[in-house]
């Protein structure tokens, strides 16, 4: 027997899971098929890998029934310092600190734990109409008068396929769509740590010759009442070495950059290690397929707004496509690429630029950063436009 659904969503990542919920939520017919097995990734323990959201973004987790569902309390981001330095010394005295006051009462956004949204989505997924096969992988055909599914014994059809599986995705390449990749050379090694002194919810980032070193403050636990999420980008090679370093060995390498600010530091939870790369999709959709997410483009994680982009995705679709009375029309789906794919560019090509100017050593370009930092630190309109960016707005 075939299901007809309205739309089928491939990868229920942070991404493709929300969109499900999102168009589940105006009424849409939604099939969602994940490769992997959704429930161990909510990880019982601790495991140090933390999200930036947006304050813009928030709206969209708490349209699809995820904001509140969130199990642990995410930790606002009230201030954020953006510094420059060299390992072992203290940073550059010209430096940019942004505070949310000067905006208004909102944060900038949070920091929410990558298991916490797992353990939303999960939550949410059961309690909605969308229809789940995981782990699954499906069979996609698609024609201009639709979309066949076979995933397992099961046959389904649809008006539009969306493609959510991350970087790597499978029916972006099946459809011939090519991607243009901005290797770094440059691999983040992520842990959290616990720390002696409160981080008073303040977001560091500060640039290093061998990449971003980004401290993001955490909401704490009971063992630890003091958390923060560290995301230490280095060459690959040096990453690797970190990486496998003893704990008191990274953590002695993390208080060289942090220079004693959070006071004693240990590390808690696991270590994990990202190779970066950003890189963007030359199209959002083709025949009744759409890309979102990760599966359309990776931007540098210097600013924390991998995700935040996949989000607005999700909301673009779910509001188009999720509205429309055939969804996988080229109108529709034209209409997609139209509002999202230059916004992401512009992102994109922004945090490649940040990256190639703060990822140098040569003095002029040292002296006209920190200028450039000093620049903005002393133009209020000019500071203003960057916090109301960073919020997502
Ligand atoms: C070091 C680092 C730090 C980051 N920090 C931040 C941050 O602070 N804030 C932020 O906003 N973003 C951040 N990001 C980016 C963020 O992690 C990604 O943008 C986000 O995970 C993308 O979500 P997604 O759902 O598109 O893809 P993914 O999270 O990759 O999910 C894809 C899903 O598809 C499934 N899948 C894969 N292949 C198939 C298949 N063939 N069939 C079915 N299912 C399949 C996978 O199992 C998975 O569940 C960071 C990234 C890196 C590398």
Redesign the pocket.
């Known amino acids: 027997m075939t299901q007809d659904c309205d739309i089928a969503v491939?990868?229920?990542?942070?991404?493709?899971?929300t969109l499900a919920l999102a168009l589940a939520a105006r009424g849409r017919k939604v099939l969602l098929?994940?490769?992997?097995d959704?429930k161990p990734m909510e990880h019982p323990d601790f495991d140090g890998r933390?999200?930036?959201?947006a304050h813009g973004c928030r709206a969209v987790l708490a349209e699809a029934g995820l904001w509140e569902r969130l199990p642990y309390a995410p930790c606002p981001i009230l201030d954020i310092d953006v510094t420059d330095g060299k390992p072992g010394q203290p940073p550059s005295r010209l430096s940019l600190h942004f505070g949310h006051s000067a905006i208004g009462d909102e944060p900038f956004g949070w920091i929410i734990e990558a298991r916490s949204v797992r353990v939303a989505l999960n939550a949410a997924l059961a309690q909605s109409s969308v229809i789940l096969r995981a782990p699954a992988?499906?069979t996609v055909t698609r024609a201009a008068e639709g979309v066949t599914l076979r995933v397992g014994h099961e046959n389904f059809t649809a008006r539009l396929v969306v493609a959510?599986?991350?970087?790597?995705?499978?029916l972006r390449a099946q459809a011939g769509i090519p991607v243009t990749r901005l290797p770094y050379r440059q691999t983040?090694v992520?842990f959290a740590i616990a720390h002696e002194r409160p981080h008073h919810n303040v977001a560091w980032e500060h640039f290093l010759p061998g990449g971003p070193f980004a401290v993001?403050p955490m909401t704490g636990t009971i063992a630890h009442p003091h958390l923060s999420a560290i995301?230490f980008t280095e060459s690959d090679a040096n990453a690797r070495l970190l990486h496998a370093m003893d704990n008191e060995a990274l953590a002695a390498q993390a208080q060289t950059r942090l220079g004693g600010r959070l006071g004693e530091i240990e590390l808690a939870g696991r270590r994990w290690l990202?190779p970066?790369s950003a890189m963007y999709a030359a199209r959002y959709y083709a025949t009744r397929l759409a890309l979102?997410?990760?599966?359309a483009h990776?931007v540098h994680?210097i600013a924390?707004?991998?995700?935040?982009?996949?989000l607005r995705d999700a909301a673009a679709l779910a509001e188009i496509a999720g509205g429309a009375a055939d969804p996988g029309a080229e109108p529709v789906l034209r209409a997609y690429q139209a509002r999202q794919r230059p916004i992401n560019m512009a992102m994109l090509l922004g945090m490649d630029a940040l990256d190639r100017l703060f990822s140098t050593d040569f003095p002029p370009l040292r002296l006209a950063r920190d200028l450039g930092l000093a620049a903005v630190e002393r133009l209020p309109g000019l500071k203003r436009r960057f916090m109301l960016a960073a919020m997502g707005h």
């Open positions: 491939v990868g229920a990542g942070p991404v493709g899971g098929i994940d490769k992997a959704l933390a999200y930036a959201i992988e499906a959510a599986e991350g970087r790597h995705s499978p983040a992520i993001l995301v990202h970066l979102a997410g990760d599966a990776g994680p924390g707004q991998g995700l935040n982009l996949g």
